[in-house]
């Protein structure tokens, strides 16, 4: 079963941004894309455990503020050293000018 | 007390055991509009001076090499040789960290030629690179400190011609190329990544193969002027930067502000360094490209230490901090605020304060 939980308005992010969203002890990081789709992973690095919205958005990668490791943020790709293990991804949605990310329950 | 460099020894264990190492860093207040604009890459200021690098390394070489075995080509190698032993290390830096370039093949290209011109393994040196950055001088985690304590000033020295550094680099390329990594190394590069350390030594070992059999079959050392020997001959530029970043400052401290230093250059060494000299700055925010950290300079220098206004006057700052090392090595420099600055967090720095000048 997936919760679909309200992260944000779909203003609240720029194009080719991304904001952090923490919820039920977890945190996440919510994309919006250059073609205004929106994405979610987790929100922090998998090489050491930093924030990703303090990181930059350029097209489709996140780059971690830490050692510029990149992730696929559509798909959590670990896409440039020193990342290697891949980014966990979650679904997200627009309804009614707002952002809902699909989280197991 | 005595400090163990050693990335497996006591020191280490300490760190973790602390919560020194990866621990949150203290950083100026940008609001997220702003530093996205810092942090924004692009292609144009990196493909300029790649221009003008490698012209000028064939200019140069081209030159040394018409007037050999001629005095007159000395002023050229040892102009290439900069270029090459020391422009090299900042390619290296920047590139490595991917913010040169906006296009990621070129910061991939540039960084491979870079890293075989400094001997080191690019993908060894990513991963000491990023833990240089996670754990900033903290004793026992940082491989890349420069100014160990006591200060061994004998290798800085000796480094200024690539002595140790370069044989070093040459030691560990025949080790890798053999199909070993070091247990020090292998403490930091992910198992998955060492078959990719073990194929770019078999490379550069056949690269240097060919030089010398070049140099062999023509009875001359010029192909180890143009290859190899400028690591050692045009280092000293590199060193005299590089030793300025962290030297004298304090460690086991988690804000750069306490251990890194910005210095303001000539604009020729800031060419061949690529405005590493804004390393506070750099260390603070390690996504802003090199080309705009003046910009972030100006922009937080009223949270920052003052700059030293040159690296003449650096140096006299370093040099006594460095002596007085030599007997007493809890010594550092601690360099003063201006008021505007958040003030450092002296219960986190307690033990690292109390011994500062
Ligand atoms: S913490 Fe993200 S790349 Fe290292």
Redesign the pocket.
């Given at each position: 079963m997936t919760d679909w939980i309200d992260a944000c308005g779909a203003e609240d992010v720029d194009a080719e941004d991304v904001i952090r969203f923490d919820h039920g002890g977890r945190t996440y990081a919510i994309y919006r894309s250059p073609e205004d789709d929106y994405f979610c992973t987790d929100g922090l690095?998998?090489?050491?455990?930093?924030h990703?919205a303090d990181?930059l958005v350029m097209d489709h990668l996140i780059e971690?503020?830490?050692?510029?490791?990149q992730f696929d943020y559509r798909t959590g790709e670990a896409m440039r050293a020193?990342?290697c293990v891949n980014l966990r991804t979650y679904p997200a949605k627009v309804e009614g000018g707002r952002v809902l990310i699909g989280v197991a329950s | 007390m005595k400090r163990d460099y050693s990335l497996l020894g006591e020191d280490a264990r300490r760190a973790v055991q602390s919560g020194l190492a990866a621990a949150e860093w203290y950083h100026s207040d940008v609001p997220r509009k702003e530093m996205k604009a810092f942090m924004a890459r692009e292609d144009q200021p990196a493909i300029r001076d790649t221009i003008i690098l490698f012209g000028a390394m064939a200019t140069l070489a081209a030159l040394g090499v018409a007037l050999w075995p001629s005095l007159w080509s000395a002023p050229f190698w040892l102009a290439y040789g900069v270029l090459y032993g020391s422009a090299m290390d900042s390619r290296w830096h920047e590139c490595g960290h991917g913010t040169a370039f906006r296009t990621a093949w070129m910061n991939n290209a540039v960084y491979q030629i870079a890293s075989f011109c400094m001997v080191r393994n690019p993908v060894t040196w990513r991963w000491s690179h990023?833990r240089h950055?996670?754990d900033t001088i903290i004793v026992g985690r940082d491989p890349e400190i420069v100014a160990m304590r006591p200060p061994a000033l004998f290798r800085i020295v000796l480094n200024l011609f690539g002595i140790l550094d370069a044989w070093n680099g040459w030691a560990r390329m025949l080790l890798n190329a053999s199909g070993r990594l070091d247990p020090e190394e292998a403490s930091f590069i992910p198992e998955s990544e060492h078959p990719k350390v073990i194929r770019v030594a078999r490379i550069w070992v056949a690269i240097y193969a060919a030089t010398l059999a070049v140099a062999v079959w023509t009875g001359s050392i010029l192909p180890l002027m143009l290859i190899g020997l400028p690591r050692l001959y045009g280092a000293w530029h590199h060193v005299l930067t590089g030793v300025l970043q962290h030297a004298g400052l304090a460690d086991n401290v988690v804000d750069h502000r306490l251990n890194s230093r910005t210095v303001h250059m000539n604009p020729i060494s800031r060419f061949i360094y690529w405005n590493m000299n804004y390393h506070v700055e750099h260390h603070m925010f390690p996504m802003v490209p090199y080309h705009r950290l003046p910009a972030l300079h100006d922009r937080i220098k009223d949270d920052l230490p003052a700059p030293n206004p040159s690296m003449w006057h650096a140096y006299r700052e370093v040099l006594p901090v460095l002596r007085r090392q030599l007997a007493h090595e809890d010594y550092f420099l601690r360099r003063e605020l201006p008021a505007t600055a958040r003030p450092y967090r002296e219960d986190f720095h307690a033990a690292a304060a109390g011994n500062a000048a």
């Amino acid at each position: 079963m997936t919760d679909w939980i309200d992260a944000c308005g779909a203003e609240d992010v720029d194009a080719e941004d991304v904001i952090r969203f923490d919820h039920g002890g977890r945190t996440y990081a919510i994309y919006r894309s250059p073609e205004d789709d929106y994405f979610c992973t987790d929100g922090l690095c998998t090489h050491e455990q930093v924030h990703l919205a303090d990181g930059l958005v350029m097209d489709h990668l996140i780059e971690c503020p830490k050692h510029n490791g990149q992730f696929d943020y559509r798909t959590g790709e670990a896409m440039r050293a020193p990342v290697c293990v891949n980014l966990r991804t979650y679904p997200a949605k627009v309804e009614g000018g707002r952002v809902l990310i699909g989280v197991a329950s | 007390m005595k400090r163990d460099y050693s990335l497996l020894g006591e020191d280490a264990r300490r760190a973790v055991q602390s919560g020194l190492a990866a621990a949150e860093w203290y950083h100026s207040d940008v609001p997220r509009k702003e530093m996205k604009a810092f942090m924004a890459r692009e292609d144009q200021p990196a493909i300029r001076d790649t221009i003008i690098l490698f012209g000028a390394m064939a200019t140069l070489a081209a030159l040394g090499v018409a007037l050999w075995p001629s005095l007159w080509s000395a002023p050229f190698w040892l102009a290439y040789g900069v270029l090459y032993g020391s422009a090299m290390d900042s390619r290296w830096h920047e590139c490595g960290h991917g913010t040169a370039f906006r296009t990621a093949w070129m910061n991939n290209a540039v960084y491979q030629i870079a890293s075989f011109c400094m001997v080191r393994n690019p993908v060894t040196w990513r991963w000491s690179h990023a833990r240089h950055h996670t754990d900033t001088i903290i004793v026992g985690r940082d491989p890349e400190i420069v100014a160990m304590r006591p200060p061994a000033l004998f290798r800085i020295v000796l480094n200024l011609f690539g002595i140790l550094d370069a044989w070093n680099g040459w030691a560990r390329m025949l080790l890798n190329a053999s199909g070993r990594l070091d247990p020090e190394e292998a403490s930091f590069i992910p198992e998955s990544e060492h078959p990719k350390v073990i194929r770019v030594a078999r490379i550069w070992v056949a690269i240097y193969a060919a030089t010398l059999a070049v140099a062999v079959w023509t009875g001359s050392i010029l192909p180890l002027m143009l290859i190899g020997l400028p690591r050692l001959y045009g280092a000293w530029h590199h060193v005299l930067t590089g030793v300025l970043q962290h030297a004298g400052l304090a460690d086991n401290v988690v804000d750069h502000r306490l251990n890194s230093r910005t210095v303001h250059m000539n604009p020729i060494s800031r060419f061949i360094y690529w405005n590493m000299n804004y390393h506070v700055e750099h260390h603070m925010f390690p996504m802003v490209p090199y080309h705009r950290l003046p910009a972030l300079h100006d922009r937080i220098k009223d949270d920052l230490p003052a700059p030293n206004p040159s690296m003449w006057h650096a140096y006299r700052e370093v040099l006594p901090v460095l002596r007085r090392q030599l007997a007493h090595e809890d010594y550092f420099l601690r360099r003063e605020l201006p008021a505007t600055a958040r003030p450092y967090r002296e219960d986190f720095h307690a033990a690292a304060a109390g011994n500062a000048a």
